[in-house]
């Protein structure tokens, strides 16, 4: 059974830092692509940053230049440097494997989420 396992979150002051993580568990073959999105109260989930195997990296505009996205393949982690936070940052934190292979099959997987809070 896989199971993604986010780690990192918190409270923090404008301009502060924090870094999530997130763990892969179970038998996997592959992964194509780990990444998080986020969640502010009332709006929708986005993307905020992805690393795909072959990889290349894809950040969210509001993000670029703030935020890195980094993996450990051998440990199917990945994990997101969040610097110079600001306050409209706060909101869940969702990692995401997608297309992640088991011997079962093929799916998208999601972590429990992560509450993030930029607030003075």
């Known amino acids: 059974q896989v199971q993604l396992v986010e780690s990192g979150g918190g409270l923090v002051q404008p301009g502060g830092s924090l870094r999530l993580s997130c763990a892969a568990s179970?038998?996997?073959?592959?992964?194509?692509?780990m990444g998080w999105y986020r969640q502010a109260p009332g709006k929708q989930r986005e993307l905020v940053a992805t690393?795909?195997?072959?990889?290349?990296?894809n950040y969210a505009d509001s993000v670029k230049g703030r935020f890195t996205i980094s993996k450990d393949g051998a440990k199917n982690t990945v994990y997101l440097q969040m610097n110079s936070l600001k306050p409209e940052d706060t909101a869940v934190y969702y990692c995401?494997?997608?297309?992640?292979?088991?011997?079962?099959?093929?799916?998208?997987?999601w972590g429990q989420g992560t509450q993030v809070t930029v607030s003075s």
């Open positions: 179970g038998i996997i073959v592959s992964i194509y692509a």
């Open positions: 690393f795909t195997r072959g990889g290349s990296t």
């Open positions: 995401n494997a997608a297309r992640l292979q088991t011997i079962q099959g093929v799916g998208d997987y």
